[in-house]
Nanobody, 125 residues
Framework: QVQLVESGGGSVQAGGSLRLSCAASGDTVSKYAMGWFRQTPGKDREFVARISKSGGTTYYADSVKGRFTISRDNAKNTLYLQMNSLKPEDTAVYYC??????????????????WGQGAQVTVSS
């Protein structure tokens, strides 16, 4: 029902900041809880953050807590991930995802119904 396109990826120095955007089209994004995941070669897709439909509730992986902030602007049909104090271990392809149903396992990739194509984030030391 919904198409997702990430943007804002790139290369930064350790300690720097970057903001990813995920633009949704084809449907009203307010009907979806949204999440960010990341993946490196040879590893499963890793949960990063999740935000409720209204934006009132957020969840973060321990590895990014205090550094990353997930937010959404439903009027613009857009999801964001603000990444501060970036570390080399944050290097990955980042994906946004949409979850239409009430999910038992909100931090599990298989719980999400729609995915973007991914955006590369590279953090150099």
């Amino acid at each position: 029902q919904v198409q997702l396109v990430e943007s804002g990826g790139g290369s930064v120095q350790a300690g720097g900041s970057l903001r990813l955007s995920c633009a949704a089209s084809g449907d009203t994004v307010s009907k979806y809880a949204m999440g960010w995941f990341r993946q490196t070669p040879g590893k499963d897709r890793e949960f990063v953050a999740r935000i409720s439909k209204s934006g009132g509730t957020t969840y973060y992986a321990d590895s990014v807590k205090g550094r990353f902030t997930i937010s959404r602007d439903n009027a613009k049909n857009t999801l964001y991930l603000q990444m501060n104090s970036l570390k080399p271990e944050d290097t990955a392809v980042y994906y946004c995802a949409a979850d239409e149903k009430i999910t038992i396992a909100p931090m599990t990739a298989s719980s999400y119904d729609y995915w973007g194509q991914g955006a590369q984030v590279t953090v150099s030391s």
